[in-house]
């Protein structure tokens, strides 16, 4: 039985009392958004959320840390609460994603065009990310390329391994240091599978 009196057993109990109008969303998406995002703000300020597309008759609830690592015991600890509910899906963290293209602003980018270089740090890696356009481009620019990059990133590895997994990361310019590596971004999540899980 689900007990009510820790923070995380508060947010399942609204969450229950809401669940029709939490999973009819797009009928009042500002709304039921704001709600949600308020209930969750009072087990973590930088919990966030996401929701999958109805598919046969069930949705995904996605809870993140938005990539603050010092989030990610609140995420896990919620999810490991969650009742049982049979029209969702309760999942912990972004997941990866077959995403081949991100527009943030008037800057998209093709994921295929990525590549990335590591090293070892440890049970870790540090990454580097080779993105066309960070040369010449403005600052604003370039603030785009590399928010793109990391949404790019997050898909492709997902967001636990990204914050777990990888130490360091840094986007140059795609024709940088012609010495390194050509690594296809799309084929990094064999490389981050390969690394010892060291979670805490």
């Given at each position: 039985?689900?007990?009510?009196?820790?923070?995380?057993?508060?947010?399942?109990?609204?969450?229950q009392?809401?669940?029709?109008?939490?999973?009819?969303?797009?009928?009042?998406?500002e709304?039921?958004?704001?709600?949600?995002?308020s209930?969750?703000?009072?087990?973590?300020?930088?919990?966030?959320?996401?929701?999958?597309?109805?598919?046969?008759?069930?949705?995904?609830?996605?809870?993140?840390a938005?990539?603050?690592?010092?989030?990610?015991?609140?995420?896990?600890?919620?999810?490991?609460?969650?009742?049982?509910l049979?029209?969702?899906?309760i999942?912990?963290?972004?997941?990866?994603?077959?995403?081949?293209?991100?527009?943030?602003?008037?800057?998209?980018?093709?994921?295929?065009?990525?590549?990335?270089d590591?090293?070892?740090?440890?049970?870790?890696m540090?990454?580097?990310?080779?993105?066309?356009?960070l040369?010449?481009?403005?600052?604003?620019?370039?603030?785009?390329?590399?928010?793109?990059?990391?949404?790019?990133?997050d898909a492709?590895?997902?967001?636990?391994?990204?914050?777990?997994?990888i130490a360091g990361?840094?986007?140059?310019?795609?024709?940088?240091?012609?010495?390194?590596?050509?690594?296809?971004?799309?084929?990094?999540?064999n490389?981050?599978?390969?690394?010892?899980t060291?979670?805490?």
């Amino acid at each position: 039985m689900l007990k009510f009196t820790s923070k995380y057993g508060k947010f399942w109990k609204w969450f229950q009392a809401h669940e029709d109008e939490i999973f009819h969303f797009d009928a009042n998406r500002e709304k039921v958004f704001d709600k949600l995002a308020s209930h969750l703000h009072r087990v973590h300020a930088d919990l966030t959320f996401e929701f999958s597309s109805v598919y046969h008759g069930r949705r995904e609830f996605i809870v993140s840390a938005g990539g603050i690592r010092n989030a990610f015991s609140e995420v896990m600890a919620l999810v490991r609460r969650a009742p049982a509910l049979p029209r969702w899906q309760i999942m912990a963290f972004r997941q990866r994603k077959d995403i081949p293209r991100i527009q943030c602003g008037d800057r998209s980018i093709e994921r295929d065009s990525v590549f990335v270089d590591y090293v070892l740090v440890g049970d870790k890696m540090d990454l580097t990310i080779f993105i066309e356009g960070l040369v010449n481009g403005s600052s604003k620019d370039i603030n785009s390329l590399k928010t793109v990059g990391y949404l790019l990133l997050d898909a492709t590895v997902g967001e636990y391994d990204v914050e777990t997994k990888i130490a360091g990361i840094q986007f140059v310019d795609a024709l940088a240091f012609p010495e390194r590596r050509r690594i296809p971004l799309r084929d990094l999540p064999n490389v981050v599978d390969g690394l010892p899980t060291s979670i805490q």
